[in-house]
């Protein structure tokens, strides 16, 4: 599995995580046609690409189209796919909200979630998040709140407008946050305030996941008013990090010789995340820690489960 593929000098080194062997490889260059041609070199070789770190937030999807289109390998990128199932990861944030909404006391189906921050991490956990079936998304860019028909948008912002913000909202962040019960925030730093906090639904969730510095400060974040608060950073509870789900979802997919990564799989992932929490449940433990050892191997066999249900795998997994 290549690691990373980004802009910049050429590189190569090897590392483990999950139990997955990993190799980074670094191009000189990003265009799509570039990275195929390398890729395709080492198709006999590796079996995924886990990020595409230095890829434009809207050219990021049309890489990933034209490279799952010319090899038989996964395609994940970082930002938008980890930030969603693990909160993001994407398959971070469904697991999280998962469990933010059962500590607050939330009905899935219900919630009003605003994501600031409408690139591939953005999009990406909306996606999820609809899918998954949490309640009404609405995301917000520098411009303000994606709505149908705004000029501005790039062409992967006006597809998710057409399945979200089912209000046609518009404002800015301050005024889309109002009554909401969720924050997720894949930004920059200090776009939130703990005024803007108060003014959302009684004990909200907010994840805010900018590093090194959150849009807002986990401190301030509970003087608004928020139950349940989730970072980036490994000094705060509720840590966010994206190598709670890479690993386990390689190796799934790796185990049965996935041919593609679904969004079906990243939600398996999710729940098998969210699964790994039981009674100890509580407002600074909804997300089991980055290096939890159960976490690679649950969410392998979810994710293998899943790929064998859909008839993508290459072979059975063998179990060990």
């Known amino acids: ?25 670094a191009s000189s260059s990003p ?10 070199d080492r198709e006999c070789t590796a079996a995924g690409v886990y990020t595409l770190n230095r890829v434009k937030a809207a050219p990021i999807y049309v890489t990933m189209d034209h490279l799952e289109d010319g090899t038989a390998w996964g395609i994940v990128a970082n930002s938008g796919n980890a930030n969603a199932c693990c909160p993001m990861s994407h398959e971070n944030a ?6 933010a ?13 605003v994501i600031n921050g409408a690139g591939a991490a953005g999009l990406s956990i909306a996606g999820l998040l609809l899918e998954m079936g949490f309640g009404d998304v609405v995301l917000c860019d520098i411009q303000g709140a994606l709505y149908r028909g705004a000029a501005w948008m790039n062409p992967a912002q006006a597809k998710m407008a057409e399945i979200s913000n089912r209000e046609n909202r518009r404002g800015s962040l301050a005024e889309v946050l109002l009554g909401a019960d969720v924050f997720i925030g894949v930004s920059r730093p200090g776009l939130v305030t703990a005024e803007m906090v108060a003014t959302m639904a009684k004990e909200p969730i907010v994840f805010a996941m900018a590093n090194p510095t959150p ?6 974040a509970k003087k608004g008013g928020a139950a349940v608060v989730g970072t980036g950073r490994s000094d705060y509870p509720n840590q966010i990090n994206n190598v ?7 190796k799934g997919a790796l185990a049965v010789r996935a041919r593609e990564i679904t969004d079906s799989m990243k939600v398996a992932a ?3 995340i969210a699964g790994l929490i039981g009674e100890e449940l509580n407002p600074d433990y909804i997300l089991p820690a980055p290096f939890d050892p159960r976490v690679a191997e649950a969410v392998a066999q979810a994710v293998a489960e899943e790929a064998v249900r859909l008839g993508l795998n290459r072979r059975q997994r063998r179990e060990g």
């Open 31 to 40: 265009d799509k046609n570039d990275l195929a041609m390398i890729l395709s």
């Open 215 to 220: 849009e807002i400060l986990p401190e301030e």
């Open 1 to 25: 599995m290549f690691n990373e593929i980004t802009g910049g000098v050429c590189a190569a080194q090897g590392f483990k995580a999950g139990g997955v062997h990993c190799g980074v490889k």
């Open 270 to 272: 999710a729940r098998a």
């Open 94 to 99: 469904e697991a999280m909200c998962l469990f």
């Open 244 to 250: 709670l789900v890479f690993p386990g979802i390689f």
């Open 101 to 113: 909404a059962k500590v607050t006391g939330r009905q899935l189906g219900k919630l009003r979630i």
